[in-house]
């Protein structure tokens, strides 16, 4: 079992526009374009049947599959409780790491939402409880995933680097501790929309 975080990124290192009001705005599409026309992207959130094949298609799916539980900032979540359909794309326990206090909000389809308010590492223990067998993702935003990062919680990334340029926005490595964590490239291939970066994390 494995903590692992998988994004998209764009050349310039950033993950998201600075501010929420632009979250589906042109650069927000332009780094998720090589998703949109996936299959298990279109089926998954309800989009209609049809759509590509191939690895990017392949890569997300078994990112899918090997995801018991999520682990999410409380501004993704903000994000996606009204992009999401009802039947939330997850399928799976989420933690929601966060100062609100909330009740269990249980989508169909299998998605439960939990509102963690003691802290990031209580929140991974509840997910790999949840997540049995399978790995815990730590979802987003770039905060989140640089708290579990720093913290020497995460064991390994994946990154889709989109050919975008943002120039400013949140920077998924903004505040990174780099005396503390080191990485070992695992793999790393292309299709023609994208690179996928794959890379193990280990302590100094
Ligand atoms: N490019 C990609 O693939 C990708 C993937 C996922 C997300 N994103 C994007 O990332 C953006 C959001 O990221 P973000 O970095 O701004 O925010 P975030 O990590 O989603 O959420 C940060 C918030 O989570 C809560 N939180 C985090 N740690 C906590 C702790 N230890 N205790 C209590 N509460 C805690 C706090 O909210 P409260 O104090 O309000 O509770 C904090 O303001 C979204 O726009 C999303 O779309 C991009």
Known sequence: MSVFFSVSMSL??????????????????ELQAWVFPQRFFRANLKLGGGGEEGRDNDILQ??????????????????GEHA?????????????VTHE?????????????????????????????AAGDRDV?????????????????VDEFSIALSPVLFGSGIRLFEGVDASKVALKQVRSESSSRVTHLTYSVRAR
């Open 12 to 29: 310039d290192g950033f993950v998201a526009p600075e501010s929420a009001d632009e979250l589906m705005g042109r650069q927000w599409m």
């Open 62 to 79: 078994a990112t899918f599959e090997r995801t018991g539980a999520s682990v999410m900032g409380k501004r993704m979540f903000d994000a």
């Open 101 to 129: 206090k909330r009740d269990p909000w249980e989508r169909p389809g299998g998605t439960t939402f939990h509102f963690v308010n003691d802290g990031i590492e209580a929140a991974l223990d509840q997910a790999r409880e």
């Open 137 to 153: 993702r730590i979802a987003g935003g770039g905060t989140t995933i640089l708290r579990y990062v720093n913290a020497g919680l």
């Open 84 to 96: 999401w359909p009802e039947d939330a794309p997850f399928h799976t326990p989420v933690f929601v």
